[in-house]
Protein backbone atom coordinates (compact mmCIF):
# COMPACT_ATOMS: atom_id res chain seq x y z
CA UNK A 1 0.00 0.00 0.00
CA UNK A 2 1.24 3.41 -1.10
CA UNK A 3 1.38 6.47 1.46
CA UNK A 4 -1.45 9.28 0.65
CA UNK A 5 -1.13 12.32 -0.27
CA UNK A 6 -4.02 14.13 1.63
CA UNK A 7 -3.17 15.30 5.16
CA UNK A 8 -5.38 13.83 7.78
CA UNK A 9 -5.46 14.92 11.23
CA UNK A 10 -5.89 10.93 12.74
CA UNK A 11 -2.70 9.88 11.07
CA UNK A 12 -0.67 13.29 11.98
CA UNK A 13 -1.76 13.07 15.94
CA UNK A 14 -1.00 9.33 15.82
CA UNK A 15 2.67 10.06 14.48
CA UNK A 16 3.42 13.20 17.31
CA UNK A 17 1.86 10.32 19.99
CA UNK A 18 4.61 7.85 18.71
CA UNK A 19 6.92 10.90 18.81
CA UNK A 20 6.19 12.02 22.09
CA UNK A 21 6.39 8.24 23.58
CA UNK A 22 9.67 7.75 22.04
CA UNK A 23 10.77 11.30 23.40
CA UNK A 24 9.14 10.26 27.21
CA UNK A 25 12.17 6.89 27.17
CA UNK A 26 14.82 9.75 25.94
CA UNK A 27 16.24 11.67 29.09
CA UNK A 28 19.07 13.22 27.44
CA UNK A 29 17.32 14.54 24.18
CA UNK A 30 14.59 15.80 26.82
CA UNK A 31 16.96 17.30 28.52
CA UNK A 32 18.83 19.20 25.88
CA UNK A 33 15.51 20.82 24.37
CA UNK A 34 13.77 21.88 27.85
CA UNK A 35 17.18 21.92 30.02
CA UNK A 36 19.70 23.57 27.99
CA UNK A 37 18.25 26.84 27.30
CA UNK A 38 17.91 27.49 30.42
CA UNK A 39 21.00 26.65 32.13
CA UNK A 40 22.45 28.74 28.99
CA UNK A 41 20.07 31.91 30.23
CA UNK A 42 21.67 31.19 33.66
CA UNK A 43 25.04 31.49 32.78
CA UNK A 44 24.44 34.05 30.48
CA UNK A 45 22.78 36.18 33.60
CA UNK A 46 25.68 36.02 35.69
CA UNK A 47 28.42 36.29 33.15
CA UNK A 48 27.28 39.29 33.03
CA UNK A 49 26.60 40.04 37.05
CA UNK A 50 28.23 43.28 36.81
CA UNK A 51 26.31 44.72 34.16
CA UNK A 52 22.51 43.68 34.43
CA UNK A 53 22.03 46.59 31.32
CA UNK A 54 24.16 44.10 28.83
CA UNK A 55 21.94 41.25 30.04
CA UNK A 56 18.48 43.15 29.21
CA UNK A 57 20.10 43.82 25.95
CA UNK A 58 21.02 40.39 24.72
CA UNK A 59 19.02 38.19 26.85
CA UNK A 60 15.81 38.78 24.86
CA UNK A 61 17.42 38.01 21.73
CA UNK A 62 18.97 34.51 23.10
CA UNK A 63 15.52 33.92 24.38
CA UNK A 64 14.57 33.08 21.01
CA UNK A 65 18.14 32.28 19.79
CA UNK A 66 19.01 29.30 22.32
CA UNK A 67 15.23 27.60 21.69
CA UNK A 68 15.97 27.73 17.76
CA UNK A 69 19.63 26.08 18.13
CA UNK A 70 18.55 23.17 19.70
CA UNK A 71 15.37 22.40 18.45
CA UNK A 72 16.81 22.41 15.09
CA UNK A 73 20.01 20.02 16.36
CA UNK A 74 16.90 17.43 17.82
CA UNK A 75 14.45 17.77 15.43
CA UNK A 76 17.54 17.22 12.49
CA UNK A 77 18.91 14.12 14.16
CA UNK A 78 16.03 12.30 15.25
CA UNK A 79 13.99 12.46 11.59
CA UNK A 80 17.26 11.20 10.26
CA UNK A 81 17.55 8.47 12.86
CA UNK A 82 14.04 7.53 11.82
CA UNK A 83 15.39 7.32 8.08
CA UNK A 84 18.44 5.26 8.77
CA UNK A 85 16.90 2.96 10.65
CA UNK A 86 14.44 1.97 8.39
CA UNK A 87 11.29 2.99 10.35
CA UNK A 88 10.71 6.18 7.97
CA UNK A 89 10.44 3.56 5.17
CA UNK A 90 7.84 1.32 6.78
CA UNK A 91 6.01 4.05 7.89
CA UNK A 92 5.58 5.39 4.60
CA UNK A 93 4.38 1.90 3.31
CA UNK A 94 1.17 2.57 5.72
CA UNK A 95 -1.64 4.92 4.88
CA UNK A 96 0.89 7.91 6.00
CA UNK A 97 2.10 10.69 3.61
CA UNK A 98 4.76 12.42 3.88
CA UNK A 99 2.60 15.69 4.81
CA UNK A 100 1.32 13.36 7.83
CA UNK A 101 4.57 12.47 8.92
CA UNK A 102 6.22 16.00 8.93
CA UNK A 103 3.38 17.54 10.58
CA UNK A 104 3.45 14.87 13.74
CA UNK A 105 6.95 15.59 14.24
CA UNK A 106 5.86 19.32 13.81
CA UNK A 107 3.26 19.01 16.13
CA UNK A 108 5.14 16.54 19.05
CA UNK A 109 8.47 19.16 18.90
CA UNK A 110 6.27 21.54 18.95
CA UNK A 111 4.86 20.68 21.81
CA UNK A 112 8.13 20.29 23.33
CA UNK A 113 8.80 23.43 22.26
CA UNK A 114 5.54 25.12 24.48
CA UNK A 115 7.18 23.46 27.49
CA UNK A 116 11.03 24.76 26.65
CA UNK A 117 9.54 28.23 25.79
CA UNK A 118 7.24 28.71 28.76
CA UNK A 119 10.36 27.42 31.27
CA UNK A 120 13.50 29.88 29.19
CA UNK A 121 10.46 32.71 29.24
CA UNK A 122 9.62 32.14 32.83
CA UNK A 123 12.84 32.30 33.98
CA UNK A 124 14.44 34.93 32.33
CA UNK A 125 11.75 37.36 33.17
CA UNK A 126 10.74 36.42 36.90
CA UNK A 127 13.66 34.69 38.08
CA UNK A 128 17.19 36.08 36.45
CA UNK A 129 15.06 39.78 36.37
CA UNK A 130 15.11 40.84 32.25
CA UNK A 131 14.31 43.97 32.50
CA UNK A 132 10.79 43.51 29.42
CA UNK A 133 8.94 46.77 28.49
CA UNK A 134 6.35 45.22 26.70
CA UNK A 135 3.93 41.42 27.89
CA UNK A 136 6.12 38.65 29.05
CA UNK A 137 3.39 36.53 26.90
CA UNK A 138 4.59 38.28 24.01
CA UNK A 139 8.21 37.68 24.94
CA UNK A 140 7.28 33.78 25.06
CA UNK A 141 4.96 33.76 21.70
CA UNK A 142 8.14 34.90 19.77
CA UNK A 143 10.22 32.54 22.15
CA UNK A 144 7.80 29.60 20.55
CA UNK A 145 7.97 30.49 17.28
CA UNK A 146 11.35 30.79 17.28
CA UNK A 147 11.60 26.98 18.50
CA UNK A 148 9.21 25.91 15.84
CA UNK A 149 11.40 27.77 13.42
CA UNK A 150 14.37 25.64 14.87
CA UNK A 151 11.74 22.66 14.15
CA UNK A 152 10.95 23.13 10.68
CA UNK A 153 14.29 24.10 9.48
CA UNK A 154 15.70 20.41 11.22
CA UNK A 155 13.05 18.76 9.33
CA UNK A 156 14.40 19.96 6.24
CA UNK A 157 17.91 19.39 6.45
CA UNK A 158 17.54 16.65 7.53
CA UNK A 159 16.64 15.32 3.94
CA UNK A 160 20.13 16.17 2.67
CA UNK A 161 22.29 14.52 5.99
CA UNK A 162 23.26 10.83 6.03
CA UNK A 163 24.48 10.24 9.02
CA UNK A 164 23.81 11.98 12.01
CA UNK A 165 27.65 13.37 12.02
CA UNK A 166 26.40 15.13 8.85
CA UNK A 167 22.93 16.32 10.14
CA UNK A 168 25.31 18.60 12.36
CA UNK A 169 27.41 19.69 9.91
CA UNK A 170 24.53 21.65 9.05
CA UNK A 171 24.35 23.89 11.75
CA UNK A 172 27.58 25.83 10.74
CA UNK A 173 26.15 26.10 7.42
CA UNK A 174 22.13 26.80 8.19
CA UNK A 175 22.73 28.38 11.77
CA UNK A 176 25.66 29.88 12.23
CA UNK A 177 25.19 32.81 9.66
CA UNK A 178 22.36 33.69 10.71
CA UNK A 179 23.94 34.07 14.33
CA UNK A 180 26.20 36.34 12.76
CA UNK A 181 24.04 38.27 10.89
CA UNK A 182 20.41 38.63 12.64
CA UNK A 183 21.83 42.03 15.29
CA UNK A 184 22.79 40.07 18.05
CA UNK A 185 26.48 41.62 18.04
CA UNK A 186 26.01 45.25 16.12
CA UNK A 187 22.57 46.25 14.47
CA UNK A 188 21.72 45.15 11.43
CA UNK A 189 22.18 48.67 9.42
CA UNK A 190 25.58 49.19 10.86
CA UNK A 191 26.53 46.07 8.47
CA UNK A 192 28.26 46.04 5.31
CA UNK A 193 24.97 46.58 2.98
CA UNK A 194 25.64 43.52 1.19
CA UNK A 195 25.34 41.45 5.19
CA UNK A 196 22.58 43.90 5.80
CA UNK A 197 20.83 42.71 2.35
CA UNK A 198 21.36 39.18 3.25
CA UNK A 199 20.82 39.50 7.08
CA UNK A 200 16.83 40.66 5.70
CA UNK A 201 15.92 37.78 3.94
CA UNK A 202 17.46 35.54 7.02
CA UNK A 203 14.46 34.76 9.33
CA UNK A 204 16.31 34.77 12.86
CA UNK A 205 16.93 38.18 12.42
CA UNK A 206 13.24 39.01 12.28
CA UNK A 207 13.28 36.50 15.34
CA UNK A 208 15.63 38.96 17.11
CA UNK A 209 13.41 41.78 16.05
CA UNK A 210 10.71 41.10 17.26
CA UNK A 211 12.27 40.43 20.52
CA UNK A 212 13.93 43.77 20.75
CA UNK A 213 10.62 44.91 19.74
CA UNK A 214 8.76 43.60 23.04
CA UNK A 215 11.98 44.70 24.83
CA UNK A 216 11.76 48.10 24.41
CA UNK A 217 7.45 48.87 23.51
CA UNK A 218 4.84 48.52 25.65
CA UNK A 219 2.27 48.13 22.94
CA UNK A 220 2.08 45.66 19.79
CA UNK A 221 3.95 47.65 17.09
CA UNK A 222 3.58 46.68 13.36
CA UNK A 223 6.73 46.16 13.41
CA UNK A 224 6.41 43.33 15.66
CA UNK A 225 2.98 41.88 13.91
CA UNK A 226 5.66 41.97 10.79
CA UNK A 227 8.13 39.87 12.65
CA UNK A 228 6.47 37.53 14.27
CA UNK A 229 4.20 36.71 10.61
CA UNK A 230 7.83 36.41 9.05
CA UNK A 231 8.91 34.24 11.26
CA UNK A 232 5.97 32.01 11.42
CA UNK A 233 5.58 32.23 7.46
CA UNK A 234 9.27 30.90 7.12
CA UNK A 235 8.38 27.90 9.26
CA UNK A 236 5.11 27.09 7.11
CA UNK A 237 7.44 27.33 3.92
CA UNK A 238 10.22 25.23 5.67
CA UNK A 239 7.98 22.34 6.89
CA UNK A 240 5.90 22.49 3.44
CA UNK A 241 9.43 21.80 1.89
CA UNK A 242 10.35 19.19 3.84
CA UNK A 243 7.69 17.29 3.37
CA UNK A 244 8.34 17.41 -0.62
CA UNK A 245 12.35 16.65 -0.09
CA UNK A 246 11.43 13.54 2.31
CA UNK A 247 13.26 10.61 1.14
CA UNK A 248 12.42 6.84 2.79
CA UNK A 249 15.90 5.75 3.54
CA UNK A 250 19.36 7.47 3.22
CA UNK A 251 21.53 6.81 0.31
Known amino acids: MTATSALSLPRTTATAARVLRQLRHDPRTIALMILVPCVMLFLLRYVFDGSARTFDTIGASLLGIFPLITMFLVTSIATLRERTSGTLERLLAMPLGKGDLIAGYALAFGAV ?11 AVWFLGLDVVGSPWLLLLVAL ?12 VSAFAASEFQAVQFMPAVIFPQLLLCGLFTPRDAMHPVLEAVSDVLPMSYAVDGMNEVLHHADLTAAFLRDITIVAAVALLVLTLGAATLKRRSA
Do not use: H
Not at 114 to 121: F, R
Open 113 to 123: AVVQSALATGL
Open 145 to 156: LDALLGTALGLF
